[in-house]
């Protein structure tokens, strides 16, 4: 089974410009997840969807960040303009949705892509 | 709120020898989901393994096994016959069971090198 694919692996912009980021879950799972992982820290949940609706995005930055996942699939996640504290790795995860039980199951990470602000 | 804490920011270990990581955490809920995941310095996330809390026996996946002690709120994860890929950041994380909006509480982790 194919896990959580994420394009680009690095990026490096200069600060002001525009980046995107793509993710392609696990064939079949409901829930996609972005976090965003400053060095030395641990994941921050930045926006979850179910299906192509969002559940959480509290802690997004809307002045700058956005995401869509518009067929329920894929998702792309924006930075518009980047700052210099946005350098960080940006994960995606996803997870299956149990109908029957109504929960999300465990979370499964993709490689990552490597954001350098300069 | 629920809070995850991994008192051990680095550890350090010889291979082939074990190593016991910690994690305590705090919640009011009665069930809920434990996870422990692996980051090695290519910085992808990798589940090491998961304790549902009405499950009263130990989840072990290979050389890795998890102490979970419900009453005192805590899931160490013992890394038996450590090899040198095991280096890597470890996570602990919780999940509660119930509602739509079920986010993995993370802790700050612990950094463990395996030294030939």
């Known amino acids: 089974e194919a896990g959580v694919a994420q394009s680009p692996r690095y990026k490096i912009i200069e600060k002001r410009q525009s980046v995107a980021f793509w993710c392609n879950p696990i064939?079949?799972?409901?829930?996609l997840y972005w976090y965003q992982q400053i060095l030395g820290q641990g994941p921050k949940l930045l926006i979850q969807?179910?299906?192509?609706?969002?559940?959480?995005d509290s802690q997004l930055p809307k002045d700058r960040f956005s995401a869509e996942r518009l067929k329920g699939v894929d998702s792309t996640l924006k930075i518009q303009p980047a700052k210099l504290e946005d350098s960080a790795v940006y994960l995606c995860?996803?997870?299956?949705?149990?109908?029957?039980?109504?929960?999300?199951?465990?979370?499964?990470f993709g490689p990552g892509t490597r954001l350098t602000v300069l | 709120a629920q809070t995850v804490t991994q008192s051990q920011p680095e550890m350090s270990v010889q291979e082939a020898e074990t190593v016991t990581l910690s994690c305590t955490y705090d919640?009011?809920?009665?069930?809920?989901?434990l996870f422990w995941y692996k980051q090695p310095p290519s910085r992808q996330m990798i589940l090491v393994i998961r304790?549902?809390?009405?499950k009263q026996q130990n989840a072990t996946e290979n050389r890795f096994s998890v102490n979970f002690q419900k009453a005192a709120k805590s899931f160490s994860l013992k890394i038996s016959d450590s090899q040198l890929g095991d280096t890597a950041m470890y996570f602990c994380?919780?999940?509660?069971?119930?509602?739509?909006?079920?986010?993995?509480?993370w802790g700050l982790g612990t950094s463990l090198a395996v030294n030939p």
């Open positions: 994380a919780f999940m509660k069971h119930a509602g739509n909006n079920r986010k993995l509480i």
């Open positions: 304790q549902e809390a009405y």
């Open positions: 995860a996803s997870s299956l949705w149990d109908i029957r039980k109504g929960v999300t199951d465990t979370q499964y």
């Open positions: 919640t009011s809920e009665s069930n809920y989901y």
């Open positions: 969807f179910q299906n192509n609706g969002v559940v959480d």
């Open positions: 064939s079949g799972h409901a829930t």
